[in-house]
């Protein structure tokens, strides 16, 4: 068994000496879009009638909620596991995750037959575990939240000379996430803005590489309050970790800001936000709602932050990046019955 060393990390997450932390570009972007495309169907790029109207602007969904996982992070993994290097096949890959980043790896790791290991943490959305265990992935619970789980798995890398595969310090996730950005500019190269929710950064690193870079177009980011790591990081140029991280948007949760994603995000990214957990919980309520959509609160923060930002948008050409679907059966029955909290 070959094991790997760690190496000194920028950002206080481990880093293996097989991470590289040189931010892809948009040729990687390109290059990543031969396999995705091979891979995976395009995503809709669809009007929001009720959006429009709200913002009186021209809102348009970039419904990643459609990807065979429910979130947008598989174009990344099928990226990474595509292009891995041979000697990492067995043992396999470890991830952690609080469901949509695990889901990707396992989904991927099954089409190239790739063992996967995926940590959670403690109490996680029981929906997303089953999900990763049906794509073929064992589910390690650990730890208080993400963070703990990823200290574990960092752990069983180093110990079984697993592929550790980090949810933001892995330019193959971000180039590979990266190739809705194309789909957006080929189909809408008129866009002004573009609402990206954040929580490791990968998936607005990779809309500020296309959309950021070859239209006009603002990409902004977005964080709930309660896990504003990355926003803290990005306004004020340092990699500080939070105390905290206890969101609704799970998919939104981290403590810790990541060295690749931060570099990126403030090279490119326009703007970052914060909006409130409650305003997130209307905007999952309104979209089931008004648009008969069932989305998780990661993918509500753009439209939480797009409603909190109706004068400016108003008659925008407007890109809200619904990033996934998997919202926990408990969190919809409370939707569904208004008992929140
Ligand atoms: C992971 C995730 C996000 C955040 O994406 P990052 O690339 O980590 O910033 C947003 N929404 C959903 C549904 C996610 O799974």
Redesign the pocket.
Known sequence: MTTYDTRESPDETTLFSYHDLDPPTLADVYEARRVVGRYLPRTPLVRSEYLSAELDADVYLKREDTLPTG???VRGGINLCATLDEEFTDPGLVAASTG??GQSVAYAGRAFDIPVLVAVPGDPNPDKVAAMERFGAEVHPHGRDYDAAREWAEEQAREHGYRYVH??NEPKLVAG?GTAGLEVVEELPAVDTLIC????????AGYCLTVGQTTDADVIGVQSENASAMYHAWAEGHLRPREDAETYAE??QSRVPFALTTRLLRDHLAEMVLVGDDRIREAVEAMLREEHLLL?G??CASVAAALERREELAGQTVVLQI??K?LATSKLREVLCGDGD
């Open positions: 979130a947008f992070k949509n980043h949810s933001a996430v929710p954040v929580g490791g950064g990968s998936s607005a998919g939104l998780e990661a993918a990033s996934g998997n």
